[in-house]
């Protein structure tokens, strides 16, 4: 994922690295607790959060600064799709469970 704010990018991975985000020059920053099997990452439009979901059956809004898991989106199975609307106020989720929520 991408930012014009703060950490430029954000990356996601299947092991136990989970979300890592990047400034220039290479890794700044880990998401302790986010991995393994995060299947995405994307930005909310301040760049101040970004949002993970994955395998697990769950997205999870995160506090670029502090690290901090804001808030866990639960579906029952894994979570293969999400993403943030342009205002930033909602994000919707798709899961394996067939069901997408917007939240």
Request: glycine share 14%.
């Amino acid at each position: 994922a991408f930012s014009a704010v703060r950490y430029p990018i954000a990356s996601c991975s299947l092991d136990a690295m989970g979300v890592t985000l990047w400034g220039r020059g290479g890794p700044r920053k880990q998401l302790q607790g986010s991995g393994p099997s995060v299947l995405g990452v994307a930005f909310f439009p301040s760049g101040d959060q970004v949002l993970t979901w994955g395998a697990r059956g769950h997205a999870t809004v995160w506090d670029v600064r502090s690290g901090e898991r804001l808030r866990e989106l639960c579906h029952s199975q894994p979570v293969v799709c999400a993403g943030v609307f342009p205002t930033g106020g909602r994000v919707v989720t798709c899961g394996r469970d067939h069901l997408c929520a917007v939240w």
